[in-house]
Protein backbone atom coordinates (compact mmCIF):
# COMPACT_ATOMS: atom_id res chain seq x y z
CA UNK A 1 0.00 0.00 0.00
CA UNK A 2 1.58 3.39 -1.28
CA UNK A 3 2.34 5.91 2.04
CA UNK A 4 0.51 8.72 1.77
CA UNK A 5 2.73 12.20 2.04
CA UNK A 6 0.46 14.72 1.28
CA UNK A 7 -3.39 14.91 2.16
CA UNK A 8 -5.69 18.04 1.81
CA UNK A 9 -9.17 17.52 3.38
CA UNK A 10 -12.39 20.08 2.62
CA UNK A 11 -9.87 22.94 1.87
CA UNK A 12 -11.18 26.43 1.03
CA UNK A 13 -9.75 29.43 0.46
CA UNK A 14 -11.28 32.21 0.39
CA UNK A 15 -10.15 35.85 -0.09
CA UNK A 16 -12.18 39.04 0.52
CA UNK A 17 -11.96 42.19 -1.72
CA UNK A 18 -14.15 44.75 -0.32
CA UNK A 19 -17.61 43.17 -0.59
CA UNK A 20 -16.77 40.13 -2.65
CA UNK A 21 -16.08 37.07 -1.88
CA UNK A 22 -13.69 35.17 -3.70
CA UNK A 23 -13.19 31.21 -3.53
CA UNK A 24 -9.87 30.64 -4.88
CA UNK A 25 -10.24 26.90 -3.60
CA UNK A 26 -13.54 25.48 -2.77
CA UNK A 27 -13.41 22.21 -0.39
CA UNK A 28 -10.64 20.79 -2.71
CA UNK A 29 -9.79 17.08 -1.14
CA UNK A 30 -6.77 15.33 -2.39
CA UNK A 31 -4.18 12.26 -1.27
CA UNK A 32 -0.21 12.81 -3.23
CA UNK A 33 1.51 9.43 -3.04
CA UNK A 34 5.28 9.37 -1.46
CA UNK A 35 7.59 9.19 -4.77
CA UNK A 36 4.31 10.55 -6.83
CA UNK A 37 5.31 13.02 -9.56
CA UNK A 38 1.92 15.57 -10.28
CA UNK A 39 0.70 18.23 -12.34
CA UNK A 40 -1.58 20.67 -11.40
CA UNK A 41 -3.45 21.56 -14.49
CA UNK A 42 -6.22 24.68 -15.36
CA UNK A 43 -6.58 27.95 -16.49
CA UNK A 44 -5.38 31.04 -14.97
CA UNK A 45 -6.80 31.88 -11.50
CA UNK A 46 -8.60 28.49 -10.85
CA UNK A 47 -6.53 28.21 -7.98
CA UNK A 48 -3.42 26.72 -8.74
CA UNK A 49 -0.75 28.73 -6.99
CA UNK A 50 -3.08 29.16 -3.92
CA UNK A 51 -3.21 25.48 -3.49
CA UNK A 52 0.55 25.10 -3.95
CA UNK A 53 1.57 27.74 -1.62
CA UNK A 54 -0.88 25.74 0.97
CA UNK A 55 1.23 22.83 0.63
CA UNK A 56 4.31 24.70 1.70
CA UNK A 57 3.11 25.91 4.34
CA UNK A 58 3.38 29.80 2.99
CA UNK A 59 -0.41 30.10 3.50
CA UNK A 60 -3.38 28.53 5.09
CA UNK A 61 -6.74 27.32 4.33
CA UNK A 62 -9.69 29.32 5.48
CA UNK A 63 -11.37 26.11 6.43
CA UNK A 64 -10.17 22.33 6.06
CA UNK A 65 -7.06 20.44 6.86
CA UNK A 66 -3.74 19.90 5.48
CA UNK A 67 -1.73 17.24 6.18
CA UNK A 68 2.28 16.74 5.48
CA UNK A 69 4.12 13.95 6.50
CA UNK A 70 0.49 13.16 8.29
CA UNK A 71 1.09 16.55 10.16
CA UNK A 72 -1.91 18.49 10.56
CA UNK A 73 -0.56 22.23 9.89
CA UNK A 74 -3.49 23.37 11.54
CA UNK A 75 -2.02 22.05 15.35
CA UNK A 76 1.43 24.19 14.09
CA UNK A 77 1.88 27.49 15.26
CA UNK A 78 4.48 29.70 13.30
CA UNK A 79 8.14 28.08 14.59
CA UNK A 80 6.37 24.72 13.91
CA UNK A 81 5.11 25.65 10.28
CA UNK A 82 9.27 26.76 9.61
CA UNK A 83 10.74 24.19 10.48
CA UNK A 84 8.41 21.46 8.80
CA UNK A 85 9.08 24.13 5.58
CA UNK A 86 12.41 24.00 6.36
CA UNK A 87 13.35 19.85 6.44
CA UNK A 88 10.17 19.12 4.11
CA UNK A 89 9.62 21.37 1.22
CA UNK A 90 11.47 22.69 -1.35
CA UNK A 91 10.17 25.82 -3.36
CA UNK A 92 10.60 26.68 -6.94
CA UNK A 93 8.98 29.87 -8.52
CA UNK A 94 8.08 30.81 -11.91
CA UNK A 95 10.32 33.96 -11.59
CA UNK A 96 13.40 32.29 -10.24
CA UNK A 97 13.25 34.88 -7.05
CA UNK A 98 16.48 34.11 -6.16
CA UNK A 99 18.60 36.91 -4.47
CA UNK A 100 19.98 39.31 -6.82
CA UNK A 101 23.02 40.05 -4.38
CA UNK A 102 24.10 36.84 -3.77
CA UNK A 103 26.08 34.56 -6.02
CA UNK A 104 24.66 31.35 -7.69
CA UNK A 105 26.40 29.13 -4.86
CA UNK A 106 25.40 31.87 -2.00
CA UNK A 107 21.95 31.54 -2.98
CA UNK A 108 22.02 27.43 -2.79
CA UNK A 109 23.50 27.57 0.80
CA UNK A 110 20.71 30.14 1.88
CA UNK A 111 18.26 27.03 3.23
CA UNK A 112 21.62 25.19 4.38
CA UNK A 113 22.45 28.55 6.62
CA UNK A 114 19.05 28.19 8.77
CA UNK A 115 19.84 24.47 9.10
CA UNK A 116 22.89 25.53 11.05
CA UNK A 117 25.23 23.86 8.12
CA UNK A 118 29.26 24.52 8.74
CA UNK A 119 30.06 27.11 5.95
CA UNK A 120 33.13 24.44 4.82
CA UNK A 121 29.96 21.94 4.55
CA UNK A 122 27.83 24.34 3.12
CA UNK A 123 30.02 25.57 0.39
CA UNK A 124 31.16 21.77 -0.91
CA UNK A 125 27.22 20.83 -0.91
CA UNK A 126 25.81 23.65 -2.50
CA UNK A 127 28.89 22.93 -5.26
CA UNK A 128 27.36 19.31 -6.12
CA UNK A 129 23.96 20.39 -5.87
CA UNK A 130 24.58 22.66 -8.77
CA UNK A 131 26.12 20.31 -10.80
CA UNK A 132 23.32 18.00 -9.93
CA UNK A 133 20.92 21.34 -11.41
CA UNK A 134 23.46 20.87 -14.71
CA UNK A 135 24.69 24.35 -14.26
CA UNK A 136 27.79 24.48 -16.29
CA UNK A 137 30.78 24.84 -13.05
CA UNK A 138 31.89 28.21 -14.60
CA UNK A 139 28.57 30.07 -13.52
CA UNK A 140 28.75 29.20 -9.74
CA UNK A 141 30.35 32.64 -8.58
CA UNK A 142 28.01 34.51 -10.81
CA UNK A 143 25.04 37.04 -9.45
CA UNK A 144 21.45 35.92 -10.88
CA UNK A 145 21.57 38.46 -13.38
CA UNK A 146 24.32 37.54 -15.31
CA UNK A 147 22.68 34.11 -16.20
CA UNK A 148 20.39 33.03 -18.55
CA UNK A 149 16.66 32.18 -17.19
CA UNK A 150 17.27 28.21 -17.56
CA UNK A 151 20.54 28.81 -15.42
CA UNK A 152 18.39 30.71 -13.10
CA UNK A 153 16.34 28.06 -12.77
CA UNK A 154 18.76 25.75 -12.33
CA UNK A 155 20.57 27.35 -9.64
CA UNK A 156 16.61 27.93 -8.31
CA UNK A 157 16.40 24.18 -8.09
CA UNK A 158 19.86 23.63 -6.62
CA UNK A 159 18.37 25.77 -3.64
CA UNK A 160 15.13 23.68 -3.39
CA UNK A 161 17.47 20.38 -3.11
CA UNK A 162 19.43 22.23 -0.62
CA UNK A 163 18.28 20.74 2.87
CA UNK A 164 17.12 17.27 0.66
CA UNK A 165 13.24 17.74 0.88
CA UNK A 166 11.22 14.89 0.35
CA UNK A 167 8.93 17.66 -1.44
CA UNK A 168 9.25 19.37 -4.72
CA UNK A 169 6.90 21.86 -5.35
CA UNK A 170 7.44 23.86 -8.28
CA UNK A 171 4.95 27.04 -9.80
CA UNK A 172 5.05 26.86 -13.14
CA UNK A 173 9.03 26.74 -13.09
CA UNK A 174 8.67 26.63 -17.03
CA UNK A 175 6.69 29.60 -17.73
CA UNK A 176 9.31 32.13 -17.99
CA UNK A 177 11.68 29.27 -20.39
CA UNK A 178 11.37 28.70 -23.98
CA UNK A 179 10.12 25.12 -25.37
CA UNK A 180 13.54 23.94 -24.95
CA UNK A 181 14.93 24.89 -22.11
CA UNK A 182 11.73 24.39 -19.94
CA UNK A 183 11.98 20.70 -21.39
CA UNK A 184 15.35 20.04 -19.79
CA UNK A 185 13.94 21.66 -16.42
CA UNK A 186 11.31 19.14 -16.51
CA UNK A 187 14.40 16.67 -17.13
CA UNK A 188 15.73 17.68 -14.38
CA UNK A 189 12.59 17.79 -12.44
CA UNK A 190 11.54 13.67 -13.33
CA UNK A 191 15.39 12.67 -12.80
CA UNK A 192 14.64 14.11 -9.20
CA UNK A 193 11.51 12.35 -9.07
CA UNK A 194 13.16 8.59 -9.97
CA UNK A 195 15.68 9.41 -7.50
CA UNK A 196 12.68 9.43 -4.76
CA UNK A 197 11.46 12.83 -4.29
CA UNK A 198 7.33 13.60 -4.19
CA UNK A 199 7.19 16.38 -7.57
CA UNK A 200 4.03 18.53 -7.66
CA UNK A 201 4.44 20.87 -10.59
CA UNK A 202 1.69 24.02 -10.88
CA UNK A 203 1.37 24.10 -15.32
CA UNK A 204 -1.23 25.13 -17.38
CA UNK A 205 1.37 24.15 -20.49
CA UNK A 206 -0.15 20.34 -21.88
CA UNK A 207 2.81 19.81 -22.66
CA UNK A 208 4.00 19.19 -19.35
CA UNK A 209 1.73 16.60 -18.60
CA UNK A 210 3.89 13.85 -20.17
CA UNK A 211 6.51 13.67 -17.23
CA UNK A 212 3.82 13.56 -15.14
CA UNK A 213 2.02 10.34 -13.02
CA UNK A 214 -0.75 12.24 -11.95
CA UNK A 215 -2.65 15.38 -12.64
CA UNK A 216 -5.20 17.29 -10.43
CA UNK A 217 -7.14 19.63 -12.78
CA UNK A 218 -8.75 22.71 -11.14
CA UNK A 219 -11.34 25.11 -12.24
CA UNK A 220 -12.73 27.46 -10.55
CA UNK A 221 -11.51 26.59 -7.51
CA UNK A 222 -12.71 22.92 -7.77
CA UNK A 223 -11.43 19.93 -8.53
CA UNK A 224 -12.73 18.78 -11.89
CA UNK A 225 -11.31 15.30 -11.89
CA UNK A 226 -7.83 13.44 -11.10
CA UNK A 227 -6.43 10.81 -13.28
CA UNK A 228 -3.44 8.47 -12.78
CA UNK B 1 28.29 34.10 13.01
CA UNK B 2 24.70 33.87 13.87
CA UNK B 3 22.97 34.37 10.37
CA UNK B 4 20.77 36.74 11.32
CA UNK B 5 23.54 39.37 12.30
CA UNK B 6 25.59 37.75 8.61
CA UNK B 7 21.81 38.95 6.87
CA UNK B 8 21.62 42.37 8.87
CA UNK B 9 25.43 43.24 8.13
CA UNK B 10 24.60 42.63 4.46
CA UNK B 11 21.48 44.82 4.14
CA UNK B 12 23.57 47.47 6.06
CA UNK B 13 26.55 47.02 3.25
CA UNK B 14 23.83 47.16 0.38
CA UNK B 15 22.36 50.70 1.35
CA UNK B 16 25.17 52.61 2.02
CA UNK B 17 23.65 55.99 1.24
CA UNK B 18 20.86 55.22 3.88
CA UNK B 19 23.14 54.12 6.21
CA UNK B 20 25.55 56.60 6.48
CA UNK B 21 22.92 59.25 6.61
CA UNK B 22 21.09 56.90 9.37
CA UNK B 23 23.98 57.16 11.37
CA UNK B 24 25.24 60.30 10.57
CA UNK B 25 21.48 61.56 12.17
CA UNK B 26 22.15 59.90 15.39
CA UNK B 27 25.81 60.88 15.82
CA UNK B 28 25.14 64.29 15.48
CA UNK B 29 22.38 64.03 17.87
CA UNK B 30 24.53 62.13 20.23
CA UNK B 31 27.48 64.73 19.39
CA UNK B 32 24.92 67.65 20.81
CA UNK B 33 24.44 65.34 23.52
CA UNK B 34 27.71 65.12 24.61
CA UNK B 35 28.96 68.75 24.16
CA UNK B 36 26.02 70.23 25.62
CA UNK B 37 26.23 67.63 28.22
CA UNK B 38 30.11 68.12 28.83
CA UNK B 39 29.39 72.42 29.08
CA UNK B 40 26.66 71.48 31.79
CA UNK B 41 28.93 69.31 34.06
CA UNK B 42 31.45 72.41 33.53
CA UNK B 43 29.24 74.90 34.16
CA UNK B 44 28.56 73.52 37.56
CA UNK B 45 31.72 72.61 38.41
CA UNK B 46 32.05 76.44 37.98
CA UNK B 47 29.30 77.06 39.97
CA UNK B 48 30.47 75.33 42.50
CA UNK B 49 34.03 76.29 42.71
CA UNK B 50 33.05 79.90 42.35
CA UNK B 51 30.74 79.74 44.67
CA UNK B 52 30.17 76.40 47.06
CA UNK B 53 33.88 76.22 47.66
CA UNK B 54 33.87 79.83 49.23
CA UNK B 55 30.78 79.19 51.46
CA UNK B 56 30.76 77.52 54.22
CA UNK B 57 29.55 74.01 54.17
CA UNK B 58 27.32 74.54 57.18
CA UNK B 59 26.25 77.18 59.35
CA UNK B 60 25.76 76.31 63.07
CA UNK B 61 23.74 79.02 65.49
CA UNK B 62 23.05 79.68 68.67
CA UNK B 63 19.99 78.11 69.83
CA UNK B 64 16.24 78.96 69.64
CA UNK B 65 15.70 82.04 71.63
CA UNK B 66 19.88 83.03 72.26
CA UNK B 67 21.54 85.62 70.91
CA UNK B 68 25.22 83.52 71.88
CA UNK B 69 26.63 80.30 71.85
CA UNK B 70 28.71 80.87 75.52
CA UNK B 71 31.52 78.44 76.43
CA UNK B 72 31.82 77.53 72.52
CA UNK B 73 34.91 75.11 73.45
CA UNK B 74 32.72 72.49 73.97
CA UNK B 75 30.89 72.81 70.53
CA UNK B 76 33.62 73.32 68.78
CA UNK B 77 35.39 70.26 69.62
CA UNK B 78 32.04 68.08 69.27
CA UNK B 79 31.78 70.11 66.29
CA UNK B 80 35.18 68.64 64.56
CA UNK B 81 34.87 65.10 66.12
CA UNK B 82 32.07 64.47 63.29
CA UNK B 83 33.21 62.55 60.68
CA UNK B 84 33.28 64.29 57.15
CA UNK B 85 33.72 68.19 58.71
CA UNK B 86 37.49 69.21 58.03
CA UNK B 87 37.73 72.78 59.01
CA UNK B 88 35.00 74.44 61.86
CA UNK B 89 35.33 78.40 62.30
CA UNK B 90 33.65 80.40 65.31
CA UNK B 91 32.85 83.64 64.55
CA UNK B 92 30.79 86.44 66.27
CA UNK B 93 29.28 88.97 63.28
CA UNK B 94 27.58 91.61 63.52
CA UNK B 95 26.55 95.11 61.78
CA UNK B 96 28.61 98.38 62.26
CA UNK B 97 28.97 101.42 60.48
CA UNK B 98 32.13 102.42 58.93
CA UNK B 99 33.60 106.10 58.81
CA UNK B 100 36.81 107.53 56.99
CA UNK B 101 37.36 111.07 56.60
CA UNK B 102 33.84 112.00 55.12
CA UNK B 103 32.64 109.22 53.60
CA UNK B 104 30.17 106.69 55.80
CA UNK B 105 29.25 102.80 55.08
CA UNK B 106 27.23 100.21 56.61
CA UNK B 107 28.82 96.89 56.54
CA UNK B 108 28.76 93.52 58.46
CA UNK B 109 32.04 93.20 60.74
CA UNK B 110 33.13 90.00 60.97
CA UNK B 111 35.52 88.68 64.04
CA UNK B 112 37.54 85.50 63.22
CA UNK B 113 40.23 83.34 64.79
CA UNK B 114 42.10 83.81 61.29
CA UNK B 115 44.12 80.24 60.96
CA UNK B 116 40.54 78.89 61.09
CA UNK B 117 38.44 81.02 59.39
CA UNK B 118 41.64 80.52 56.66
CA UNK B 119 40.88 76.83 56.57
CA UNK B 120 36.92 77.32 56.36
CA UNK B 121 36.54 79.88 53.88
CA UNK B 122 40.13 80.17 51.97
CA UNK B 123 40.47 83.87 52.37
CA UNK B 124 43.67 84.42 51.67
CA UNK B 125 43.79 83.38 48.09
CA UNK B 126 41.62 86.26 47.20
CA UNK B 127 43.91 88.97 49.34
CA UNK B 128 45.22 91.37 46.82
CA UNK B 129 47.12 93.29 49.57
CA UNK B 130 48.57 92.81 52.55
CA UNK B 131 48.07 89.73 55.13
CA UNK B 132 45.15 88.33 56.28
CA UNK B 133 46.42 86.08 58.67
CA UNK B 134 48.36 89.18 60.69
CA UNK B 135 45.11 89.60 62.04
CA UNK B 136 45.85 87.19 64.74
CA UNK B 137 48.86 89.24 65.84
CA UNK B 138 47.27 92.85 65.24
CA UNK B 139 44.48 93.06 67.80
CA UNK B 140 42.99 96.35 65.73
CA UNK B 141 43.24 95.49 62.33
CA UNK B 142 40.51 94.63 60.05
CA UNK B 143 40.78 93.07 56.23
CA UNK B 144 38.33 94.91 53.79
CA UNK B 145 36.90 94.41 50.22
CA UNK B 146 38.00 95.84 47.68
CA UNK B 147 34.72 97.65 46.65
CA UNK B 148 34.59 98.71 49.80
CA UNK B 149 37.74 100.31 50.30
CA UNK B 150 37.18 102.27 47.42
CA UNK B 151 33.75 103.66 48.38
CA UNK B 152 35.52 104.80 51.50
CA UNK B 153 38.54 105.87 49.99
CA UNK B 154 40.58 103.33 52.45
CA UNK B 155 44.13 102.64 51.43
CA UNK B 156 46.74 100.14 53.17
CA UNK B 157 47.37 100.86 56.78
CA UNK B 158 44.65 104.03 56.88
CA UNK B 159 42.40 103.60 60.39
CA UNK B 160 38.56 104.17 60.06
CA UNK B 161 36.03 104.84 62.50
CA UNK B 162 34.00 102.00 63.45
CA UNK B 163 31.03 102.30 65.75
CA UNK B 164 27.10 101.43 66.09
CA UNK B 165 24.66 102.00 68.65
CA UNK B 166 24.98 100.61 71.87
CA UNK B 167 28.49 99.66 70.29
CA UNK B 168 32.28 100.87 71.39
CA UNK B 169 33.64 102.82 69.33
CA UNK B 170 36.88 102.00 68.14
CA UNK B 171 39.52 103.07 65.66
CA UNK B 172 40.41 99.80 63.36
CA UNK B 173 43.46 99.96 60.86
CA UNK B 174 43.50 98.35 57.05
CA UNK B 175 46.05 95.66 57.07
CA UNK B 176 44.43 93.79 53.94
CA UNK B 177 42.82 93.94 51.57
CA UNK B 178 40.72 91.15 49.88
CA UNK B 179 38.95 90.68 46.16
CA UNK B 180 36.60 87.66 46.04
CA UNK B 181 34.49 89.34 42.63
CA UNK B 182 31.18 88.75 44.92
CA UNK B 183 28.74 90.85 46.34
CA UNK B 184 31.04 89.83 50.35
CA UNK B 185 34.04 92.42 48.45
CA UNK B 186 31.39 95.98 49.08
CA UNK B 187 29.26 94.11 52.63
CA UNK B 188 32.08 92.24 54.99
CA UNK B 189 35.05 93.15 56.74
CA UNK B 190 36.87 90.64 58.92
CA UNK B 191 38.89 91.48 61.97
CA UNK B 192 39.98 89.37 65.10
CA UNK B 193 37.30 87.67 67.14
CA UNK B 194 38.83 89.39 70.59
CA UNK B 195 38.46 93.15 68.71
CA UNK B 196 34.85 91.86 67.93
CA UNK B 197 33.67 91.10 71.09
CA UNK B 198 35.43 94.37 72.47
CA UNK B 199 33.39 96.29 69.90
CA UNK B 200 30.07 94.56 70.57
CA UNK B 201 31.03 94.65 74.72
CA UNK B 202 30.20 90.84 75.06
CA UNK B 203 32.05 88.61 76.94
CA UNK B 204 33.72 85.67 75.20
CA UNK B 205 31.08 84.36 73.04
CA UNK B 206 30.27 83.72 69.25
CA UNK B 207 27.06 83.53 67.49
CA UNK B 208 28.16 81.35 64.97
CA UNK B 209 30.44 78.29 63.53
CA UNK B 210 30.86 77.84 59.76
CA UNK B 211 32.06 74.09 58.97
CA UNK B 212 33.99 73.24 55.83
CA UNK B 213 33.38 69.76 54.81
CA UNK B 214 35.58 66.67 53.04
CA UNK B 215 32.56 66.42 50.52
CA UNK B 216 30.33 69.32 49.90
CA UNK B 217 27.15 67.18 48.87
CA UNK B 218 26.71 65.92 53.05
CA UNK B 219 25.78 69.61 54.58
CA UNK B 220 22.24 68.50 55.11
CA UNK B 221 23.41 65.49 56.82
CA UNK B 222 25.86 67.22 58.88
CA UNK B 223 23.38 69.89 59.88
CA UNK B 224 21.38 67.20 60.90
CA UNK B 225 23.43 66.22 63.32
CA UNK B 226 24.59 68.80 64.96
CA UNK B 227 20.69 69.93 65.56
CA UNK B 228 20.21 66.50 67.67
CA UNK B 229 22.84 68.58 70.10
CA UNK B 230 20.39 71.29 70.23
CA UNK B 231 21.82 74.38 68.23
CA UNK B 232 20.60 75.70 65.15
CA UNK B 233 22.50 74.33 61.82
CA UNK B 234 22.01 74.44 57.90
CA UNK B 235 23.89 73.25 54.91
CA UNK B 236 24.34 75.75 52.57
CA UNK B 237 21.82 74.41 49.76
CA UNK B 238 19.04 74.99 52.49
CA UNK B 239 21.22 78.88 53.39
CA UNK B 240 21.34 79.13 49.59
CA UNK B 241 18.68 77.35 47.59
CA UNK B 242 18.77 79.70 44.87
CA UNK B 243 21.93 78.32 43.52
CA UNK B 244 20.72 74.39 43.64
CA UNK B 245 17.54 76.40 41.84
CA UNK B 246 19.84 77.84 39.03
CA UNK B 247 21.81 74.77 38.21
CA UNK B 248 18.46 72.38 38.56
CA UNK B 249 16.43 74.70 35.94
CA UNK B 250 19.26 75.15 33.82
CA UNK B 251 20.01 71.02 33.88
CA UNK B 252 16.29 70.41 33.21
CA UNK B 253 15.57 72.87 30.29
CA UNK B 254 18.71 71.50 28.69
CA UNK B 255 17.87 68.17 29.12
CA UNK B 256 13.92 68.69 27.64
CA UNK B 257 15.62 69.96 24.41
CA UNK B 258 18.54 67.19 24.45
CA UNK B 259 15.49 64.24 25.01
CA UNK B 260 14.02 65.64 21.83
CA UNK B 261 16.81 65.96 19.72
CA UNK B 262 17.18 62.19 20.26
CA UNK B 263 13.60 61.73 19.72
CA UNK B 264 13.57 62.88 16.31
CA UNK B 265 16.82 61.12 15.71
CA UNK B 266 15.72 57.70 16.87
CA UNK B 267 12.33 58.62 14.23
CA UNK B 268 14.71 58.93 11.98
CA UNK B 269 15.84 55.11 12.58
CA UNK B 270 12.47 54.23 12.13
CA UNK B 271 11.50 55.39 8.74
CA UNK B 272 14.95 54.28 7.65
CA UNK B 273 14.25 50.63 8.73
CA UNK B 274 10.64 51.29 7.15
CA UNK B 275 11.97 52.04 4.32
CA UNK B 276 14.85 49.05 4.33
CA UNK B 277 11.56 46.61 5.14
CA UNK B 278 10.06 48.50 1.83
CA UNK B 279 12.64 47.61 -0.17
CA UNK B 280 13.61 43.74 1.18
CA UNK B 281 10.15 42.59 0.48
CA UNK B 282 10.91 40.27 -1.93
CA UNK B 283 14.08 39.12 -0.16
CA UNK B 284 12.03 38.72 3.19
CA UNK B 285 9.33 36.57 1.57
CA UNK B 286 11.90 34.37 -0.16
CA UNK B 287 14.23 33.71 3.07
CA UNK B 288 10.57 32.42 4.59
CA UNK B 289 9.86 30.50 1.85
CA UNK B 290 13.45 28.98 2.45
CA UNK B 291 12.68 28.24 5.82
CA UNK B 292 13.72 31.31 7.98
CA UNK B 293 11.73 31.65 11.42
CA UNK B 294 10.15 34.87 11.73
CA UNK B 295 11.48 35.26 14.82
CA UNK B 296 14.64 35.56 12.81
CA UNK B 297 12.96 37.89 10.37
CA UNK B 298 12.47 40.08 13.49
CA UNK B 299 15.90 39.58 14.90
CA UNK B 300 17.23 40.90 11.35
CA UNK B 301 15.86 44.14 11.45
CA UNK B 302 16.06 44.79 15.19
CA UNK B 303 20.25 44.18 14.79
CA UNK B 304 20.21 46.14 11.88
CA UNK B 305 18.75 49.24 14.38
CA UNK B 306 20.64 48.32 16.92
CA UNK B 307 23.94 48.56 15.24
CA UNK B 308 22.88 51.66 13.41
CA UNK B 309 22.58 53.16 16.61
CA UNK B 310 25.18 51.57 18.07
CA UNK B 311 27.16 52.88 15.41
CA UNK B 312 25.97 56.32 15.24
CA UNK B 313 26.37 56.50 19.27
CA UNK B 314 29.91 55.72 19.14
CA UNK B 315 30.68 58.10 16.54
CA UNK B 316 28.96 61.24 17.75
CA UNK B 317 29.96 60.33 21.31
CA UNK B 318 33.58 60.25 19.93
CA UNK B 319 33.22 63.50 17.69
CA UNK B 320 31.32 65.30 20.65
CA UNK B 321 34.33 64.14 23.09
CA UNK B 322 36.62 65.53 21.15
CA UNK B 323 34.83 69.20 20.06
CA UNK B 324 33.99 69.42 23.70
CA UNK B 325 38.11 68.76 24.76
CA UNK B 326 39.56 71.11 22.39
CA UNK B 327 36.37 74.01 23.00
CA UNK B 328 37.44 73.38 26.88
CA UNK B 329 41.62 74.00 26.17
CA UNK B 330 41.02 76.82 23.93
CA UNK B 331 41.87 79.82 26.04
CA UNK B 332 39.77 82.69 26.46
CA UNK B 333 41.50 86.25 26.12
CA UNK B 334 42.22 87.15 29.64
CA UNK B 335 40.63 89.01 32.18
CA UNK B 336 37.34 88.87 30.22
CA UNK B 337 35.09 87.06 31.52
CA UNK B 338 37.19 85.84 34.55
CA UNK B 339 37.68 82.87 33.45
CA UNK B 340 40.85 81.39 31.38
CA UNK B 341 38.93 78.86 29.44
CA UNK B 342 35.66 77.74 28.69
CA UNK B 343 34.98 74.84 31.69
CA UNK B 344 34.29 71.61 30.46
CA UNK B 345 34.27 68.37 31.99
CA UNK B 346 33.76 64.94 30.05
CA UNK B 347 32.88 61.92 32.64
CA UNK B 348 33.31 58.70 31.33
CA UNK B 349 29.59 57.65 33.15
CA UNK B 350 28.13 60.16 31.10
CA UNK B 351 29.64 58.89 27.80
CA UNK B 352 28.93 55.48 28.40
CA UNK B 353 25.31 56.29 29.50
CA UNK B 354 24.39 58.13 26.71
CA UNK B 355 26.16 55.51 24.33
CA UNK B 356 23.53 52.77 26.58
CA UNK B 357 20.41 54.57 26.19
CA UNK B 358 21.10 55.70 22.25
CA UNK B 359 21.22 52.16 21.88
CA UNK B 360 18.15 51.05 23.51
CA UNK B 361 16.42 53.91 22.16
CA UNK B 362 17.13 52.40 18.87
CA UNK B 363 16.38 48.81 19.59
CA UNK B 364 13.00 49.90 20.71
CA UNK B 365 12.43 52.35 17.98
CA UNK B 366 13.38 49.56 15.59
CA UNK B 367 10.62 47.23 17.48
CA UNK B 368 8.11 48.10 14.72
CA UNK B 369 9.54 48.16 11.79
CA UNK B 370 10.72 44.44 12.89
CA UNK B 371 7.58 43.66 14.07
CA UNK B 372 6.80 45.07 10.32
CA UNK B 373 8.76 42.59 8.35
CA UNK B 374 8.25 39.70 10.62
CA UNK B 375 4.56 39.36 10.05
CA UNK B 376 4.57 39.74 5.97
CA UNK B 377 2.69 37.29 4.37
CA UNK B 378 5.42 35.32 2.28
CA UNK B 379 2.87 34.75 -0.58
CA UNK B 380 2.59 38.61 -1.26
CA UNK B 381 5.81 39.43 -0.30
CA UNK B 382 7.45 37.18 -2.76
CA UNK B 383 5.85 38.29 -5.53
CA UNK B 384 6.20 42.29 -5.20
CA UNK B 385 8.53 43.36 -7.64
N1 LIG C 1 -3.93 37.79 -2.30
C1 LIG C 1 -5.07 37.67 -2.97
N2 LIG C 1 -6.09 38.51 -2.72
C2 LIG C 1 -7.27 38.39 -3.38
N3 LIG C 1 -7.52 37.47 -4.30
C3 LIG C 1 -6.54 36.59 -4.59
C4 LIG C 1 -5.26 36.65 -3.95
N4 LIG C 1 -4.49 35.64 -4.43
C5 LIG C 1 -5.26 35.01 -5.35
N5 LIG C 1 -6.47 35.56 -5.44
C6 LIG C 1 -7.56 35.12 -6.31
O1 LIG C 1 -7.76 33.75 -6.10
C7 LIG C 1 -8.02 33.08 -7.31
C8 LIG C 1 -6.99 31.99 -7.54
O2 LIG C 1 -5.72 32.57 -7.70
P1 LIG C 1 -4.41 31.73 -8.01
O3 LIG C 1 -3.24 32.63 -7.94
O4 LIG C 1 -4.39 30.54 -7.15
O5 LIG C 1 -4.67 31.28 -9.50
P2 LIG C 1 -3.72 30.47 -10.49
O6 LIG C 1 -4.49 29.27 -10.87
O7 LIG C 1 -2.40 30.30 -9.88
O8 LIG C 1 -3.63 31.45 -11.73
P3 LIG C 1 -2.36 31.73 -12.70
O9 LIG C 1 -2.34 30.59 -13.66
O10 LIG C 1 -2.74 33.00 -13.37
O11 LIG C 1 -1.17 31.83 -11.87
C9 LIG C 1 -7.98 34.16 -8.39
O12 LIG C 1 -9.31 34.55 -8.67
C10 LIG C 1 -7.22 35.29 -7.74
O13 LIG C 1 -7.66 36.51 -8.26
MG1 LIG D 1 -0.42 30.98 -10.33
Same mark, same amino acid.
Given at each position: MPETIVEIKKVTKIYTLGANKIYALNKVSAKIEKGDFVTIMGSSGSGKSTLLNMLGCLDLPTSGKVLINNTDLSNLDDDGLTSLRRNNIGFIFQQFNLIQTL???????? %???????????????? *??? !??? @???????????????????????????????????????? %???????????????? *??? !??? @??????????DPRMEEYSRTTIRLQDGEIVNEDT | MRYELFIALRHIKARKRQTILSVAAIGIAVMILMVSQAFMAGFTQEIYQTTVANLPHVVVSPQEGEDYIHLYGNIVREVNSIEGVVASSPYLIGEASFRYRDKTANAALKGVVPPEEEAVAHVSKDVIEGDFEELAYSRRGIVIGDDLARRLGLQMGDSVEVSFPNANTLSLRVIAIYDTGTPADESLIYTSLGTAQDFYGTADVINGISLRLADFNQDREVASIIREEGYRADGWTQNNPEILQTLAIERSSNQVTLGFILLIASFGVVSTLNMVVMSKLKETGILMAMGMSRSGIRLVFLLESGILGLAGAVLGALAGTVIALSVGSYPLPEGVYGISSIPVIVRPTDV?????????????????????????DPVKAISTR
Open positions: TAVENVEI %PMIFNGASPQKRRKRA *LKL !LQK @AQLPPEYAHHKPNELSGGQQQRVAIARALANNPPILLADE %PTGNLDTKTGHGVMEL *LRE !LNQ @AGTTVIVVTH | FLIITVVFLLNLIAGIYPAQRAASL
